[in-house]
């Protein structure tokens, strides 16, 4: 059958044209000359009329599975072309992912804050509450409420600055405690992160540095709650076997008072120079809320125990970054401030 | 305080070494540390000095000749109070000192054959005067380690807390060494005879003097003290003077009780203890010119001030060589009245530290004694007579410790068997009772103990509280109050942070200069005693701190400054928590690729815009709506490139750049931004509430909780309309208006302004409209449009539609 033979070379030709057409274009003259109205395939078909009825279905056939055949391939080439396009098209725009970004750096955190942030972020997960005072604070909170009286040597133990309206830069955190009394009945769980000031100034002391005071006050707290309590913050900041040191101490407002020390961080106890070669770190101080305290705001020590402690922020934040000297901190050299980015 | 080891056993049999001892006392409460009293150090000698001469080339230098017994030596030392006929150290050849060798060493044309020691060179002090010099009757020629003893001791430093002046003695200490140990302390009292041939004319005129007992001693010989008692003092970090005030200093150091000695015969009449007369003056042993307040207690005769009670001795009654005759005083004067006089006049003394910190009035006389003793012994006196007032004599108080107190408080049980164990090792005399003990409280913790808190504090550090086991308590969440104040600063610290801010912290305290720069009042409030003069005035903005952050950092050459600061500003009644921005240079680094224009565009830096889109973009992030910026006046900002931020109407802070002259003055760019927002507010009151009005945080916690509104059913019709309009009309004034304009307008978004010339401007705006209700068709549009263009020109002149 010539007309098959026909068809069948038809279909070989445009097979071969397909796989050698290189742009979508070509298909599209490939599609109108084999496949159009006016077409090849159709032109042939224009013929059948001569044919029996057998050979037209024999001939139908072959002519709509070639013309499928086509079309199918007409369509995975076109895909395929598209697909190199696109990738020639994008491959032109191709970026040196190396370049640096351009982008807003993220700022650095300044040690002391992200300290300061730490510890509060510590206990307020037990369950603490965050309460605060002011700066300039009445002598009256900052000494005397707290069983610091006028003319006693443990004036001493904090030198302070006086101001011209008669005020105190406070000391300590300690007359958050007093005003966190005055104002709310036990049961109390406070911390209070602030700045306090002191008239000192070399290396290792800042007449402004930044302190966090604690307080539990309830029924039957005592001193070994104290312990714990304290135990659990160490062992958070510093790792879990830190060695733990109580000493007997004395602070006016809490009895028995205790300063609390942790095994040197820098030499491991070993003793150095950061330790004074004693292996051990002063860390914080601490003690039972001592009576006349409680006296003072108005709560009976016979029904309610507490505890309070305070510890240095820059002091933890110094040991822990190992910044050597702390007016560094202070003055904002960004070349300093620098090597504290993504810190908390 | 300084204590050789070796003086502590003289009244303790402690046989623990010195390490255990020293960590025993930090444990127990007394912060210790403790150093070898020198080292063996070969070839040095004691040598008495024959002649001092000067040198012939050298200016400074003395030649002197010392002879060791057997040979003479000639030693050329810088040290100007070498003298003849006294004993030397001598380091000879060989000898190494501070780690250099000592040679034969030419000064000039004369050659040293070594060097006289100073304390310092021995090792045994951190600075010293002058060399070592040893009393006259010192065997020469010895070996200079033996008569030290060097090697051979420790020095015990203690620091003690204000509550234990009890232990500011080598009595004292022994004492507490004793009940940390379970030692029973031994002491050994004085023998001495007074003739009672006379009687001091004594008269007390104050209750500020508890106790006052005077003893004359006549015929004395002031010369140097024996050589053990130099060395007590030398290892006790004192200079030897003379054997009479070596005693009172020595029974100083070792009771803790304090003694003055007075030239008797500069007395006139008998001794009166009073208060001072304002305006009294009298000159120190320091030499320095006192002047007196009304209540301070001194120590007169007839006819001036010869002491400051307690505090330091007056130069006209000073004990010299050429005293015979003395008058000793031992007394115990009131704590708080010595503090008030010492702190008001700036002196601390050994003594007005003891009385600060209280002093034994029952162990007095035997303090006294031994040093009458001493006296006798080395200035061959004799005591002729003695008066003793002590109009009150010590009651001790007596507390009771209940076992259950100590318990409750410290969790754990301590037997009232094992609390008088304890309360008795520690010399208070105690007994048990049906439910814990009692004790009598002794002199020497009468400051002290006064409270059964106090014996709680006793037994549990002897207990030792290292050996009290934790427990975790239940933290009651009853008062719980969720820490909104601190959580909404770190909160904003964050946004200024990730918007690549870095975090500054500064003082508090600036200086007056900076206020007059900017053109501001100086603060109200500022330190008395501040330390320096640049850390005077409490700070009420932050830019002044961050315009010091900027110059530090232009000081090392850093232009590209970009910080904040979260903190305190301060007022006459309140404190502002403030947060507070410096910008200056670059703040978007590195490079932005342009893909059609295959371009590279560089860094950016800092402009109005860009600060204030921070400064906007944070208050958008809180949940701020109703912003608005004014002009802002502030004198140090430049005021075309400024704004007042006022949300609701209220002034929360401002942004802008720094004014050129300000900027010139400072020394600072003058492209540098600097804002501030008001967070909180902090009263000083007790009574008054945090929430202000004008602070973010207030706005912040009383904001509405969005509530969600149903999406949109209709779609929106978008106009671009643009106006022409002044040149000097404030774009925000038209778009508000413009949003104002219709109820339908769901949105108005500026997209260009055209200087069309210098009087005239085009503003052309993106206009959203939306009704809830229904499609809006064209025309609606068109007629609303219409009517907001008739609105806004009554309410802007010139205005124009242009499109």
């Known amino acids: 059958m010539e007309l098959k033979k026909q068809i069948q070379a038809l279909g070989e030709e445009a097979k071969k044209l397909i796989s050698e057409a290189i742009d979508i274009e070509k298909l599209n003259q490939i599609r109108v000359e084999f496949l159009g109205k006016k077409g090849k395939l159709k032109n042939i078909l224009k013929t059948l009329g001569k044919l029996s009825p057998e050979e037209r279905k024999e001939i139908g056939q072959l002519a709509n599975k070639i013309k499928e055949e086509l079309e199918q391939l007409l369509k995975g080439r076109q895909e395929e072309l598209k697909k190199k396009a696109l990738e020639e098209e994008l491959s032109k725009n191709k970026i040196d992912i190396t370049l640096p970004p351009h982008w807003i750096e993220a700022g650095a955190s300044h040690p002391v804050i992200s300290t300061l942030i730490e510890i509060s972020e510590t206990f307020i997960s037990m369950g603490f509450s965050v309460a605060e005072g002011p700066e300039v604070e009445k002598e009256e909170y900052n000494f005397d409420m707290l069983n610091i009286p006028k003319d006693h040597p443990a004036r001493d133990m904090q030198d302070t600055f006086f101001l011209n309206n008669g005020d105190v830069l406070r000391t300590h955190t300690s007359p958050v405690q007093i005003r966190t009394m005055l104002k709310q009945k036990p049961p109390i769980a406070v911390i209070a992160p602030g700045r306090v000031y002191r008239k000192d100034a070399d290396p290792t002391h800042s007449p402004m540095f930044h302190q966090i005071e604690g307080l539990l006050v309830d029924e039957n707290v005592t001193f070994r709650d104290l312990k714990g309590i304290l135990k659990v913050f160490l062992e958070t900041t510093f790792g879990k076997d830190i060695p733990i040191r109580f000493r007997p101490s004395y602070f006016p407002f809490t009895e028995p008072s205790a300063e609390v020390d942790i095994g040197c961080t820098v030499c491991g106890g070993k003793g150095c120079r950061v330790c004074k070669g004693t292996g051990w770190l002063e860390i914080l101080g601490c003690g039972m809320v001592d009576p006349n305290v409680f006296k003072a705001v108005d709560i009976d020590p016979d029904k309610y125990t507490g505890f309070a402690f305070g510890l240095g922020v820059e002091r933890i934040a110094m040991l822990k970054y190992r910044i050597t000297d702390i007016r560094l901190l202070f003055t904002g050299d960004l070349r300093f401030n620098h090597q504290f980015k993504g810190i908390r | ?803």
């Open chain 2, 1 to 803: 305080m300084r204590v050789p080891y070796s003086w502590i056993k003289e009244f303790v049999d402690v046989d623990k070494t010195v390490e255990e001892v020293v960590e025993r006392l930090n444990e127990t409460g007394i912060e210790a540390t403790y150093e070898k009293w020198g080292e063996y150090i070969p070839n040095i000698i004691t040598v008495k000095i024959i002649s001092v001469e000067k040198h012939p080339e050298r200016d400074k230098l003395f030649v002197c000749k010392a002879t060791d017994g057997n040979r003479e030596y000639q030693i050329i030392t810088g040290a100007d109070n070498v003298k003849e006929n006294t004993v030397a150290i001598l380091a000879k050849e060989g000898a190494v000192i501070q780690g250099v060798e000592i040679k034969r060493r030419k000064f000039g044309s004369l050659e040293s054959e070594g060097m006289f020691l100073s304390l310092e060179e021995l090792g045994l002090a951190e600075s010293s005067e002058g060399i070592l010099l040893l009393p006259e009757d010192t065997p020469i020629g010895e070996d200079a380690n033996k008569i030290l003893g060097l090697g051979e001791d420790y020095i015990i430093e203690i620091e003690i807390t204000p509550n234990r002046g009890d232990a500011l003695s080598v009595r004292g200490l022994a004492r507490e060494i004793g009940a940390i140990f379970g030692i029973k302390r031994k002491e050994k009292f004085p023998v001495i005879s007074i003739a009672e041939e006379e009687e001091p004319q004594i008269e007390v005129l104050t209750n500020k003097c508890h106790r006052y007992r005077g003893i004359i001693i006549r015929n004395i010989h002031i010369k140097p003290s024996p050589w053990d008692i130099q060395l007590k003092l030398l290892k006790s970090g004192q200079n030897p003077i003379n054997n009479v005030v070596d005693i009172t200093n020595y029974i100083l150091l070792q009771e803790g009780q304090p003694l003055h000695a007075f030239d008797l015969d500069k007395i006139k009449g008998k001794i009166i203890v009073r208060h001072a007369k304002e305006g009294e003056k009298i000159k120190t042993l320091d030499g320095e010119e006192r002047q007196l307040k009304e209540g301070d207690l001194i120590i007169a005769d007839e006819e001036k001030p010869i002491a400051i009670a307690g505090i330091i001795g007056g130069d006209n009654t000073k004990v010299d060589e050429n005293t015979k005759n003395v008058l000793l005083e031992a007394a115990v004067f009131d704590n708080i009245q010595v503090r008030k006089t010492a702190k008001r006049l700036a002196i601390s003394t050994d003594s007005s530290y003891r009385f600060e910190r209280g002093v034994d009035i029952e162990n007095l006389p035997n303090a006294q004694d031994k040093a009458l003793e001493l006296i006798e012994k080395t200035a061959n006196g004799k005591i002729t007579g003695d008066k003793d007032i002590y109009l009150k004599p010590y009651i001790p108080k007596e507390i009771k410790l209940r076992e259950k107190t100590t318990e409750r408080i410290l969790g754990v049980f301590i037997s009232r068997k094992e609390a008088k164990e304890f309360l008795n090792r520690l010399e208070i005399p105690t007994e048990e009772t049906d439910d814990g003990t009692i004790s009598k409280i002794p002199a020497f913790r009468a400051l002290d103990l006064e409270r059964e808190i106090d014996l709680v504090e006793e037994v549990g550090r002897l207990k030792g509280l290292n050996t009290f086991k934790e427990t975790y308590p239940k933290v009651s969440t009853q008062n719980f109050r969720k820490s909104e104040e601190f959580l909404f600063e770190v909160r904003t610290r964050d946004f200024f942070k990730d918007n690549g801010l870095d975090e500054v912290v500064t003082y508090t305290f600036v200086s007056e200069e900076i206020f007059e720069i900017l053109g501001i009042p100086v603060p109200k409030i500022q330190i008395q005693n501040y330390l320096v003069k640049t850390q005077k005035v409490m700070r009420d903005n932050l830019a002044v701190s961050l315009i010091g952050v900027l110059q530090e950092n232009i000081r090392h050459q850093i232009k590209d400054v970009s910080i904040f600061e979260i903190s305190s500003t301060f007022f006459e009644k309140h404190e502002e928590i403030r947060a507070g921005v410096l910008l200056t240079g670059e703040f978007i680094k590195g490079f932005s690729y342009s893909q059609e224009e295959k371009t590279f565009n560089t860094t950016e830096k800092w402009d109005f815009l860009k600060a204030k889109g921070l400064i906007h973009s944070y208050l958008v992030s809180i949940g701020m709506k109703d912003i608005d910026y004014r002009p802002s006046d502030k004198p140090y900002l430049n005021p075309y490139e400024s704004a007042d931020i006022y949300i609701e109407n209220q002034y929360v802070g401002y942004i802008g750049k720094i004014h050129p002259e300000k900027a010139d003055k400072l020394e600072i760019p003058k492209d540098t931004w600097i804002g501030e927002l008001k967070l909180r507010y902090v009263p000083r009151d007790i009574k008054e509430d945090n929430l202000k009005d004008g602070y973010l945080y207030t706005f912040y916690i009383q904001k509405k909780t969005p509530v969600y509104k149903e999406l949109p059913k209709f779609p929106a019709v978008k106009r671009d309309l643009a106006f022409e309009v002044d040149a000097s009309l404030d774009v925000n004034k038209l778009l508000s208006k413009l949003k104002a304009a219709s109820k339908f307008i769901t949105k108005v978004e500026l997209f260009d302004i055209y200087f069309l010339n210098k009087e005239r401007k085009s503003v052309a705006a993106s206009v959203e409209f939306r009704a809830e209700d229904r499609s809006l068709s064209d025309e609606e549009v068109n007629a609303e449009v219409e009517k907001i263009l008739e609105k806004l020109k009554k309410e802007i002149s010139n205005l124009k539609l242009r499109s």
